[in-house]
T-cell receptor, first 112, second 113 residues
Framework: DVKVTQSSRYLVKRTGEKVFLECVQD?????MFWYRQDPGLGLRLIYF???????EKGDIPEGYSVSREKKERFSLILESASTNQTSMYLC???????????FGEGSRLTVL | AQSVTQLGSHVSVSEGALVLLRCNYS??????LFWYVQYPNQGLQLLLK??????LVKGINGFEAEFKKSETSFHLTKPSAHMSDAAEYFC???????????FGPGTSLSVIP
């Protein structure tokens, strides 16, 4: 089975802090995604990556950046956290040719 | 642009009753369609997917969905609800297996004993 591991399940940060959310997958999938989940809004795509060193903006990239130095690792960076970035963040990877997303358990970030 | 709507942010059913969760999509091309489930404090997992084969798709845990192109719908059903079905359900769409996936807002299912 595919395993997608997110480094932190719960984080509490202060406004202005730099935040790193890390995601590691063990199935050699090319494609990795970061979503944020908010009640009533579903999942919204922040950034995605089709290969190492490649990144594409999703629907809500403002205030975020990403890094993909190795195929198995995709990091989401909040350069200066703000209270409106309090949310659940979900990392996902896709199996080639099926479009099926495999998700990590999520990282719940609270920005005070 | 593609979009997904799910009618009803919250649905309650009695144990043993029919489960019907509604999903409508907008897409300019025949889409890939998915239903995902999220149990409390967990990530999402795939229930079932439609990829232009049979219009009636069977998934895990007794769920199934029917693709109706004329109605642009992909409603999720289960004949008899179990307590363990209580979760958040998301409908999703993508143009191809390589394209980004767009999610609906989700429907929270409660099962009453």
């Amino acid at each position: 089975d595919v395993k997608v591991t997110q480094s932190s399940r719960y984080l509490v940060k202060r406004t202005g802090e730099k935040v790193f959310l890390e995601c590691v997958q063990d199935m050699d999938h090319e494609n990795m995604f970061w979503y944020r989940q908010d009640p009533g809004l579903g999942l919204r795509l922040i950034y995605f990556s089709y290969d190492v060193k490649m990144k594409e903006k999703g629907d809500i990239p403002e205030g975020y950046s990403v890094s993909r130095e190795k195929k198995e690792r995709f990091s989401l960076i909040l350069e200066s956290a703000s209270t409106n970035q309090t949310s659940m963040y979900l990392c996902a990877t896709t199996r080639t040719n099926t479009g099926e997303l495999f998700f990590g358990e999520g990282s719940r970030l609270t920005v005070l | 642009a593609q979009s997904v709507t799910q009618l009803g942010s919250h649905v309650s059913v009695s144990e043993g009753a029919l489960v019907l969760l509604r999903c409508n999509y907008s897409s300019s091309v025949p889409p890939y369609l998915f239903w995902y489930v999220q149990y409390p404090n967990q990530g999402l997992q795939l229930l079932l997917k439609y990829t232009s084969a049979a219009t009636l798709v069977k998934g895990i845990n007794g769920f199934e969905a029917e693709f109706k192109k004329s109605e642009t719908s992909f409603h999720l059903t289960k004949p008899s609800a179990h307590m363990s079905d209580a979760a958040e359900y998301f409908c999703a769409v993508s143009k191809t297996s390589y394209d980004k996936v767009i999610f609906g807002p989700g429907t929270s299912l409660s099962v009453i004993p």
